[in-house]
T-cell receptor, first 112, second 112 residues
Framework: GESVGLHLPTLSVQEGDNSIINCAYSNSASDYFIWYKQESGKGPQFIIDIRSNMDKRQGQRVTVLLNKTVKHLSLQIAATQPGDSAVYFC???????????FGAGTILRVKS | DGGITQSPKYLFRKEGQNVTLSCEQNLNHDAMYWYRQDPGQGLRLIYYSQIVNDFQKGDIAEGYSVSREKKESFPLTVTSAQKNPTAFYLCASNTGITGELFFGEGSRLTVL
């Protein structure tokens, strides 16, 4: 995949505001998508997933939206907290047993 | 607790030396993966194994080797042939059926 080099996109939000992190995926045949959160120096953690037969899925404080027409995925975080500060990755795959392909990530910074 | 354990967390190596990173999981997962992460970039797949005694090259396998003698273990050797080995290495596993990956906490390798 493409790399944005050393400068990941950064989203800065005020504590308590809602955050929207966007991801453009590459394979129109992908049918399963995951959002991961990675804190500094740690491994990625699963946040939420969605299959291509859905447009929206909600979790606790998070919502994932999928627009297959334009190959776009977004993660919405409600009432963003300082603990949400991290790098967020989207990942896509097609079918069962296939490898996940990861995007470059977006840095979320929460200002108190 | 079930999970993935990577060791060591930090490793320093002189040029020309081989090093082996350990990855152990007690999740009873069939599939295991090694990813490399460089600053500002997404995760790139080095090797993966979907079953014991079998493994496949990922996108950046040159200069690396793996083995899968036991279901629980998937060690990665960074050989002297790897031209730019300084990076953060992540091990992951899944059932091989669902896409969601479970990650270890990572190993940071620095070549001096």
């Amino acid at each position: 995949g493409e790399s944005v080099g050393l400068h990941l996109p950064t989203l800065s939000v005020q504590e308590g505001d809602n955050s929207i992190i966007n991801c453009a995926y590459s394979n129109s045949a992908s049918d399963y998508f995951i959002w991961y959160k990675q804190e500094s120096g740690k491994g990625p953690q699963f946040i939420i997933d969605i299959r291509s037969n859905m447009d929206k899925r909600q979790g606790q404080r998070v919502t994932v939206l999928l627009n297959k027409t334009v190959k776009h995925l977004s993660l919405q975080i409600a009432a963003t907290q300082p603990g949400d500060s991290a790098v967020y990755f989207c990942a896509e795959t097609r079918g069962y047993g296939n490898k996940l392909v990861f995007g470059a990530g977006t840095i979320l910074r929460v200002k108190s | 607790d079930g999970g993935i354990t990577q060791s060591p967390k930090y490793l320093f190596r002189k040029e020309g030396q081989n090093v082996t990173l350990s990855c152990e999981q007690n999740l009873n997962h069939d599939a295991m993966y090694w990813y490399r992460q460089d600053p500002g970039q997404g995760l790139r797949l080095i090797y993966y194994s979907q079953i014991v005694n079998d493994f496949q090259k990922g996108d950046i396998a040159e200069g690396y080797s793996v083995s899968r003698e036991k279901k629980e273990s998937f060690p990665l050797t960074v050989t002297s042939a790897q031209k730019n080995p300084t990076a953060f290495y992540l091990c992951a596993s899944n059932t091989g059926i669902t896409g969601e990956l479970f990650f270890g906490e990572g190993s940071r390798l620095t070549v001096l």
